[in-house]
């Protein structure tokens, strides 16, 4: 570091200082209102002594910004950028600038959270309905979802719901061999431990003698084969079996959709809208069905209600559904998705419309005609007569020195096993096929086989006839300036934390620094794709390695898997490591998972992923894991216990005492501990799971390490493990994880072996900046910020749980339920009435229903704690208004909440209250208001009416009447 650096004032200290939010003197000031003598001494009265970590954390010594961006320069210069043309699910793409400033740069799209509170999300929820309305469109199929993790995870989410929904009772399903190599991976995975068969086959040959209760087949092939798959579809249906295409999106611009040729899911990548490969992700994947399937769909379901005053408004449809309320019967675990960028690649539609898209599709297409008649003349026919953008041949002999000389021309093929595949993209140029038919041996020029090679090679029976982006959202944003308003108008409806404090207890909202989010979009980290040749992307194992280490040193784990896309992946790949280590010791027949009644709902869905059996554990009436309980029901299963989840701090924010005996008892069963690591934020550099006695856990990067929750995603879900389960880590066809073998026992989980390797450089940055001392800081900070609204909660709205001291970790319970008896109060009405204070809700009757989970994290300064705090009190005297009669609880502000422009401007106002009162409630800036654009919005009239894509504009004009 220079000394000018440091007289610029850009160390690494002033970096900790700027992540977290309280100053020196607001730290004096809270501690005084929490009646502690200093941070050490809060945290003595917080976390059981017997698990505090010995030694303090030291992850080296921690950079300024200026040192940490220069730092990933040089890391981003070890990966170099070849041109791939490796296909197998991931293309080049161009984002439009437009679209990587104002949405994936910009922190109002990218630090907002699920839209669970409808009335803040218009925005974001609009542009998720314009994602499932264009992949409607371009299946042909009747109701889509807002994204799944990648399309292997798409994969193995459809065969599992093919398998409830077929009226064969085979225990098989078909795979088609043309699929790409790590689809069929993700599945085997996923099929293994519910006893389901694969048989991989020949759709057009050997589907007839099959007995199966369904099949995915690929479209266009991996190898580019563009077959007509209606026989193999018929052959289907007439079994009474599921068929499920994997399909391209762009492809399906020119071509027949699934829906046309009878397929019931169609399932995909939407990465090439606009979304950058990033080495592996994050993208968004699709799933559509046809309307007899969609009360069955996995992940989240925009659909359209209407809000108050009748006027529509958009929301999640069919939430109750969810795995939240199934629990251990849920289907699957799918709880953050990838809603940025569903975001981005619905914007890429909206911004080429269906004919720029049409013309990307055909340019693509036409380049790779020119190609294909390019490597005939070099004695190279394609292996297939109809494709889209992707070629393969039998290079024989000549393979090596092909990738040899291809390699030399900066670009990467895709390695079949016997043959060499070339696939194209809307960023191939002319000179791009050249150098391709260069490596295959003839100097060829580009102008001259265009002019003879033939127009149309599309097959004609597999041509599109349909229209698809008919919605006028596709047509009027054709100019810059209409699309870039129309990107502010959306992020304008919604609340992120670019505004405002997010108080979602268990979501960890905390800064999103730009220094960390800056390197994630430079080509060397943005372009790579997932399967290049490991050499290319030193610079990104660099980086993998030295976050495993780190993650390490913070977890107290020997290992990691960088692998799981999600938090609730990660709870997946640990049951599986758990259950591959049972298998190991001649103990497969141990299948019973312990969970206690508050866990988060992914736990007991990701046991039945992995056919574990759920045995509820109670819980006392202080929120903590019923011990007496939890030692008679491992006793009573002590031959077959697997498992328990735990999750710690528990979910109701204390830190429990008995955390090491229950740990002790599950192993004197045999059994493991999975500790759900997603409230890590309260532990880094106090405690470490790994040394007090659990097993493996996921770490929630998207909740302790700063990625941005993206209105839903993306997330990234790592496990760490004890050195016992290192081997059973999820492993990968292509890049081999050094911890895991060719045979490895357990397959992946992530269609990429590294997940969504991209944002990882996310969490690096921030952990690099902080250092052990600073990330240590940021926790005591996160506990100190919890204890504070606590001490001023406490006297208008009681706090649930607190420990022995009256301490509460780094998130809080207040409970409203007794206002309820004595005015009719609801949780919903304090949540929507917290809008009028311009604030997004706290999490919402999770663990316990009818309450408020109030996380603030260190980075909410105490100015903003103290907005929070007043609003939240000034609701509990709106309350006392109404317990003293002034109104009804039906006439209130409260239940009228949230308050819109239709309100101030209402002519006919008949209200017990004043519009102001409404509209500006006490300590709210009028220059500064938030407003809600639509009303409270009714959730049971969207679920009985399901409208899941944009409703033609005439239904608009009806609603609103
Ligand atoms: C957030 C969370 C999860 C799930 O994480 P996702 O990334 O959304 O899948 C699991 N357990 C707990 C306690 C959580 O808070």
């Known amino acids: 570091m220079t000394a000018h650096r440091k007289t610029n004032g850009d160390t690494a200290a002033s970096f900790v200082r700027r992540h977290i939010g309280p100053s020196a003197r607001d730290v004096t000031a809270m501690l005084e209102a929490v009646s502690a003598k200093s941070v050490d001494a809060l945290i003595a009265d917080t976390l059981p002594a017997s698990i505090r970590q010995a030694a303090p954390l030291d992850l080296g010594k921690p950079l300024s910004e200026t040192e940490a961006i220069a730092h990933m320069a040089e890391l981003a210069r070890q990966n170099q950028v070849f041109t791939s043309l490796i296909g197998q699910g991931y293309s080049g793409t161009i984002l439009p600038a437009v679209i990587q400033r104002n949405i994936l740069e910009n922190p109002a799209w990218y630090t ?51 398998e409830r929904h077929s009226q064969v009772k085979a225990q098989a399903f078909f795979v088609d061999k043309d699929v790409h190599p790590q689809t069929l991976a993700v599945m085997r995975t996923r099929a293994e431990p519910l006893g389901w068969e694969l048989i991989v086959g020949d759709p057009l040959t050997d589907l007839d003698k099959a007995d199966v209760l369904g099949a995915l087949l690929q479209y266009p092939g991996s190898s580019g084969a563009l077959r007509d798959l209606r026989p193999a579809i018929s052959a289907l249906k007439a079994k009474g079996a599921l068929a499920i295409l994997a399909a391209d999106l762009l492809a399906l611009t020119l071509i027949a959709s699934p829906g046309e040729l009878g397929a019931d899911i169609a399932i995909g990548s939407a990465q090439r809208f606009g979304v950058p490969m990033g080495y592996g992700g994050p993208h968004a994947a699709y799933m559509a069905v046809r309307d007899a399937l969609k009360r069955s769909l996995p992940g989240r379901i925009v659909g359209v209600s209407v809000d108050s005053r009748g006027a529509p408004a958009y929301r999640l449809a069919l939430q109750t559904r969810e795995q939240h309320i199934r629990r251990e019967k849920a289907t699957s675990n799918i709880c953050t998705a990838q809603v940025l960028l569903a975001v981005i ?22 380049r790779a005609a020119v190609l294909a008649s390019g490597l005939r003349k070099l004695g190279f026919a394609p292996q297939s007569e109809a494709f889209f953008d992707t070629l393969s041949v039998d290079a024989g002999a000549k393979r090596a020195e092909i990738v040899a000389r291809a390699t030399a021309e900066k670009i990467n093929l895709g390695i079949g096993d016997t043959s060499l595949r070339i696939a194209l993209d809307e960023t191939t140029t002319p000179a791009t096929v050249e150098a391709v038919w260069r490596a295959f041996g003839g100097t060829l020029s580009y102008a001259e086989i265009d002019a003879t090679t033939r127009e149309a090679l599309l097959p004609e029976a597999l041509k599109r006839t349909t229209p698809f982006l008919t919605h006028p959202v596709f047509h009027a944003h054709r100019s810059e300036t209409e699309m870039l308003r129309y990107m502010r108008k959306l992020s304008d409806r919604d609340l992120a934390l670019d505004r405002a404090m997010i108080p979602l207890g268990s979501c960890t909202m905390k800064l999103n620094a730009t220094t960390e989010m800056m390197p994630l979009t430079w080509p060397e980290f943005a372009t790579l794709h997932p399967f290049v040749p490991r050499e290319q992307a030193s610079g990104y194992h660099a980086l993998f390695a030295r976050l495993e280490k780190w993650l390490c040193d913070i977890t107290g784990y020997d290992a990691i898997s960088l692998q799981p896309n999600s938090g609730a992946q990660g709870e997946y790949a640990g049951l599986l490591a758990i259950r591959g280590y049972h298998a190991s010791r001649g103990e497969s027949h141990r299948k019973i998972c312990l969970i206690p009644s508050s866990a988060h709902g ?51 924010g ?8 229950i740990c002790d008892i599950v192993h004197g069963h045999g059994g493991q501990v999975y500790l759900d690591g997603a409230n890590l934020n309260a532990q880094v550099g106090l405690s470490r799971p790994g040394d007090y006695g659990a097993d493996v856990s996921h770490l929630n990067l998207h909740k302790t390490f700063c990625i941005p929750h993206g209105g839903g995603g993306p997330g990234m879900g790592p496990i760490g493990v004890r050195a016992h389960l290192a081997p059973f880590l999820p492993s990968h066809p292509e890049n081999r994880h050094p911890a895991t073998q060719a045979d490895a026992p357990v397959g992946p989980v992530s269609a990429a072996p590294f997940g969504s390797a991209s944002i990882l450089t996310i969490s690096y940055i921030y952990i690099l900046m902080m250092g052990g001392e600073g990330l240590k800081r940021a926790t005591e900070i996160a506990i100190l910020n919890a204890n504070y609204i606590a001490a001023r909660l406490d006297p208008h709205f009681p706090v649930l749980y607190k420990n022995a001291k009256g301490r509460v970790a780094h998130e809080c319970i207040v409970d409203p339920r007794p206002l309820k008896v004595t005015s009719g109060v609801t949780v919903d009405d304090i949540a929507k009435r917290l809008i009028d204070y311009g604030f997004h809700a706290p999490t919402m009757s999770f663990p316990v229903p009818g309450t408020l ?21 000034a609701i509990r005297k ?84």
């Open 602 to 652: 992914t736990n007991p869905a990701s046991a039945a992923m992995v056919g574990m059996d759920v045995v509820v554990v109670a819980c006392e009436k202080n929120g903590d894991v019923d011990v007496n309980d939890l030692r008679a029901k491992a006793e009573k299963h002590s031959n077959d216990l697997a498992a328990v989840m735990i999750t710690y701090p528990s979910t109701h």
């Open 853 to 873: 989970m109030i996380e603030p994290t260190e980075s909410e300064s105490k100015a903003e704690l103290d907005r929070f705090c007043d609003a939240m009190i």
């Open 654 to 661: 204390v830190f429990e005492e008995h955390i090491r005996e």
């Open 878 to 961: 709106e309350i006392a208004e109404v317990e003293a009669g002034r109104f009804k609880i039906e006439a209130s502000p409260l239940r009228h909440a949230p308050h819109t422009v239709h309100d101030i401007a209402d002519d006919d106002w008949k209200r017990a209250y004043t519009r102001s009162e409404g509209c500006f409630p006490a300590g709210t800036s009028r220059t500064d208001k938030y407003w809600s654009p639509v009303g409270r919005v009714d959730n049971v009239y969207g679920d009985r009416n399901l409208v899941c894509s944009c409703p033609p504009v005439s239904d608009y004009a009806q609603a609103a009447e």
């Open 345 to 366: 690649a619905s914007m890429y539609a909206v911004y080429h419309g269906p004919e720029g898209l049409s013309q990307i599709a055909r340019n693509v297409h036409r």
């Open 112 to 162: 907002a959270y699920t839209p669970y509170q409808p009335e803040i999300s218009q925005g974001r929820l609009e542009a998720l309905l314009n994602f499932q309305t264009m992949i409607c469109d371009l299946t042909g199929l009747d109701v889509a979802n807002a994204s799944l993790l990648d399309e292997a995870t798409a994969a193995a989410e459809a065969m599992a719901l093919a």
